[in-house]
T-cell receptor, first 115, second 116 residues
Framework: AQKVTQAQTEISVVEKEDVTLDCVYE???????LFWYKQPPSGELVFLIR??????QNEISGRYSWNFQKSTSSFNFTITASQVVDSAVYFC????????????FGQGTELSVKP | ETGVTQSPTHLIKTRGQQVTLRCSSQ?????VSWYQQALGQGPQFIFQ???????GRGNFPPRFSGLQFPNYSSELNVNALELDDSALYLC???????????????FGPGTRLLVL
């Protein structure tokens, strides 16, 4: 079975704190794709990053960084020096090669950054 | 913004009615996917259209149907609405090369449907 688990339902931090959002996935496929999306209150899902299963290189983009570890089936997301504008619901998603375009989403983590 | 547009933004229907939601894909994108997101949940895949045909389908009953037009825009139709159909309906577009199954999906703002 394929599944994405985001164990943290809600996280609250104070501005400038670092915060890590956890994502654990399950699949027996060897080719798969992992994504992070941000959903602000307006509702639109904003694409943040994509990682292919054969590329375990970690990535940094400004204050955002991602740690992909196949050995633990995890794809964690860290925001450094958080800002109020980072407040949103963050979703991790799994895409499989032969699933007709289906993305499997986790339940989401609601991040609240307080000034 | 992704360039994916959806209409209407909000809709109120009563149980048993039918509804049509519309999506225009980002310029140059040829694949459209639809998702249902209930309050407090992650989006659930309904189906994907590629080259005007259904490429994949999630665990939704046949009363959920769709179309893709030659300009790559798409419609989601839901018949015999039920109270549990109340949700945010998200459309996503992507550019498929050799396969539509592995491309990054870019989402629109969604349509909020309330069924009374």
């Amino acid at each position: 079975a394929q599944k994405v688990t985001q164990a943290q339902t809600e996280i609250s931090v104070v501005e400038k704190e670092d915060v890590t959002l956890d994502c654990v996935y399950e699949t027996r496929d060897t080719t798969y794709y992992l994504f992070w999306y941000k959903q602000p209150p307006s509702g639109e899902l904003v694409f943040l990053i994509r990682r292919n299963s054969f590329d375990e290189q970690n990535e940094i983009s400004g204050r955002y960084s991602w740690n992909f570890q196949k050995s633990t089936s995890s794809f964690n997301f860290t925001i450094t020096a958080s800002q109020v504008v980072d407040s949103a619901v963050y979703f991790c998603a799994l895409g499989l090669y032969n699933q007709g375009g289906k993305l499997i989403f986790g339940q989401g983590t609601e991040l609240s950054v307080k000034p | 913004e992704t360039g994916v547009t959806q209409s209407p933004t909000h809709l109120i229907k009563t149980r048993g009615q039918q509804v049509t939601l519309r999506c225009s894909s980002q310029s140059g994108h040829n694949t459209v996917s639809w998702y249902q997101q209930a309050l407090g949940q992650g989006p659930q895949f309904i189906f994907q259209y590629y080259r005007e045909e259904e490429n994949g389908r999630g665990n939704f009953p046949p009363r959920f149907s769709g179309l893709q037009f030659p300009n790559y825009s798409s419609e989601l139709n839901v018949n015999a609405l039920e109270l549990d159909d109340s949700a945010l309906y998200l459309c996503a577009s992507s550019l498929a090369g050799t396969s539509p199954n592995q491309e990054t999906q870019y989402f629109g703002p969604g349509t909020r449907l309330l069924v009374l």
